[in-house]
């Protein structure tokens, strides 16, 4: 059965706190893997996708990575405007639909 | 920047009414989905929509659903008989097929009373 894992749940951190967030999964099929954040109430914003292994991508103060079983979100010296819920998402079929994961919400504090 | 918009951001019904939610995919774009989030919850996928039909749906997406691309810029989802348990947030998304990037709406939260 597929599964997926966001850890940790919640994470706080102060400013300039780097630190990573993980997506581990066991997922059959896989054809994408998604980081998506999500502020209070709002829609998920879109990050980043990687395909296969040892792909990185990098955004501002984020850096995503990929391996066979588990992603990453790096968050390098982040600010407090960097808070918020980021979604780990994958894509298994024709279609594109995504499956989320519980997400990781990130508190960074002055 | 083009942008995925939905109307309206708030909707508040009564059990048992037909509610139209109401979407704007990315004009290029030619895949369309509706997902849900309940408070507190995963985002769930609801469907998926291309070339005037529905391509995928989930358990969730039972005969109370129904989608539809009225004309060349809207996408909607019908709920007929609203219950309780469908008050969540509705999230329109579409996609860029060549880079296989879906964009997200900013929700409209629906509220069954």
């Known amino acids: 059965e597929d599964q997926v894992t966001q850890s940790p749940e919640a994470l706080r951190l102060q400013e300039g706190e780097s630190s990573s967030l993980n997506c581990s999964y066991t997922?059959?099929?896989?054809?994408?893997l998604f980081w998506y954040r999500q502020d209070p109430g709002k829609g998920p914003e879109f990050l980043f996708t990687?395909?296969?292994a040892g792909e990185e991508k990098e955004k501002e103060r984020l850096k995503a990575t990929l391996t066979k079983k588990e992603s990453f979100l790096h968050i390098t010296a982040p600010k407090p405007e960097d808070s918020a819920t980021y979604l780990c998402?994958?894509?298994?079929?024709?279609?594109?639909?995504?499956?989320f994961g519980t997400g990781t919400q990130l508190k960074v504090e002055l | 920047e083009p942008e995925v918009t939905q109307t309206p951001s708030h909707q508040v019904t009564q059990m048992g009414q037909e509610v139209i939610l109401r979407c704007v995919p990315i004009?290029?774009?030619?895949?369309f989905y509706w997902y849900r989030q309940i408070l507190g919850q995963k985002v769930e996928f609801l469907v998926s929509?291309?070339?005037?039909?529905?391509?995928?749906k989930s358990e969730i997406f039972d005969d109370q659903f129904s989608v539809e691309r009225p004309d060349g810029s809207n996408f909607t989802l019908k709920i007929r008989s609203t219950k309780l348990e469908d008050s969540a947030m509705y999230f329109c998304?579409?996609?860029?097929?060549?880079?296989?990037?879906?964009?997200f709406g900013p929700g409209t939260r629906l509220t069954v009373t």
């Open positions: 004009s290029n774009h030619l895949y």
């Open positions: 929509f291309y070339n005037n039909e529905i391509s995928e």
């Open positions: 990687l395909y296969s």
């Open positions: 998402a994958w894509d298994t079929g024709g279609g594109n639909k995504l499956t």
């Open positions: 998304a579409s996609l860029n097929y060549r880079v296989g990037e879906q964009y």
């Open positions: 997922v059959s099929g896989l054809r994408g």
